[in-house]
Every structure is written in C-alpha cells, then in structure tokens.
C-alpha cells in the first residue's frame, strides 16, 4: 500500500522555523495536502494543493514540494502552533487517501 | 456554511456492528461534485482513511477495511452513515466525517467526532 513517511516529532524555539516533512513516491503526479490538529480537536485543512493556504491561515505557514519530498514550513513559531501535522494525499493508482502517519511539533 | 455532526452509541460490544451518523446541516448530503468521507483516530494516534461516498453511489473504501465497511446516505434525512461490522477492541477511535470535492481534493470541512468504544 502507499504509504507517506513524516517524522514522529519537530522540536523548535519560538520564533524560529519549523520544517515538517512528508516522504512522497512519485510526487511529481501527486498534490499534498497539510492539516493541523490540537488535542481534543478535529483536524484543520493548513494547506491544499502543495502550497496554497485556506482563507484565515496564517502567511506563517507555506508549503512546498522538491523530489520525492512534500514540505510544510511554519515560519516565526509560536507556542500555539504545537500540534500535530499531517498530509495527505489520493493515491489514484491504488484508489485510496493516505495520510501520513503525523508529526508532533514541540515549541520549546 | 456547510456543518458536519457525527453520532453514534458511544460504546459498542466485541463482534458487534458498529453504526454512526453524520448529520449535514447548510447543505445537502448528496452535493454535486463533493465527496462525504469518514476517517478515524486511534487514541494516541493518527488518522486512518475509511472510506468516500459521492451523491450517485460511487464508493471508495480502504482496502484494509472494505470487507466489513459500509456507508450510504440517507437523502430524507440529510445523512451519511457508517456501518462496520465485526468489530474488536483495534476499532476503537474517534471517528470524523469529512467533505471533500473531488478524489484528489483536500479535505476542506470536518465534523467534531464521535468517539466510538469498543468493550464488553
């Protein structure tokens, strides 16, 4: 089965950046998507497509994609940004949405 | 504004079928060009994709649960439901309902969940 690969956890300082990564086969045919999740609560669409932000998200959070990997940066992290981050994506070979298996942000 | 409300019997015994509902509010269960989906969470860990209904009956499920998955809508009363069958302790989660326009489209608006017990 497909399968995205993001690290277990990010540590970082406030105000500096955090980079998050989602491991893609193929990602050249393929769009990334990016949610935040707090605990308790459901999931909130961070980033579509890659790179473009939902209306009310933060210019902090910008997304990118290089290789075979997918990245989510979150710029001048603040402690409210801990939370875990997922992408996701649709795996038209196989037809099935993946996420990735999560990464904890940890602000210093 | 388009709202999802997840509910369900909170509990649900070993071997038993386990049913929930997700109620549309500000919108129809059976949109054009939108998918209604459901994904669950383990306690403690990530998000798990179940499976995607659009308006005309088309369906997608993960293949690691398709044999005892089931979601249909109810246009009459506006709902999406699932049903999973045979279920053990590993089904324990809290479950979320989910739109998304299109396969490859994000998933733009979720429900609260509902989390779902398995035990005896």
């Known amino acids: 089965s497909y399968v995205l690969t993001q690290p277990p956890s990010v540590s970082v300082a406030p105000g500096q950046t955090a980079s998050i990564t989602c491991g893609v086969k193929?990602?050249?045919?393929?769009?990334v998507h990016w949610y935040q999740q707090k605990p308790g609560q459901a999931p909130v669409l961070l980033i579509y497509?890659?790179?473009d932000r939902p209306s009310g998200i933060p210019e902090r959070f910008s997304g990118s994609h290089s290789g075979n990997t997918a990245t989510l940066t979150i710029g001048r992290v603040e402690a409210g940004d801990e939370a875990d981050y997922y992408c996701?994506?649709?795996?038209?070979?196989?037809?099935?949405?993946?996420f990735g298996g999560g990464t904890e942000l940890s602000v210093l | 504004q388009l709202q999802l409300q997840e509910s369900g019997p909170g509990l649900v015994k070993p071997s038993e079928t386990l049913s929930l509902t997700c109620i549309v509010s500000?919108?129809?269960?059976?949109?054009?060009?939108?998918?209604l989906g459901w994904v669950r969470q383990p306690p403690g860990k990530g998000l798990e994709w179940i499976g995607s209904?659009?308006?005309?009956?088309?369906?997608y499920y993960n293949p690691s649960l398709y044999s005892r998955v089931t979601i249909s809508e109810d246009t009459s009363k506006n709902q999406l439901s699932l049903k999973l069958r045979s279920v053990t302790a590993a089904d324990t989660a809290v479950y979320y309902c989910?739109?998304?326009?299109?396969?490859?489209?994000?998933?733009?608006?979720w429900g609260q969940g509902t989390l779902a017990i398995v035990s005896s």
């Open positions: 996701q994506v649709w795996d038209a070979t196989s037809d099935q949405v993946v």
């Open positions: 193929n990602v050249g045919t393929k769009s």
């Open positions: 497509y890659d790179s």
């Open positions: 500000g919108g129809s269960v059976t949109t054009t060009n939108y998918y």
């Open positions: 209904f659009y308006n005309s009956g088309i369906m």
């Open positions: 989910a739109r998304h326009r299109g396969l490859g489209a994000p998933w733009a608006t």
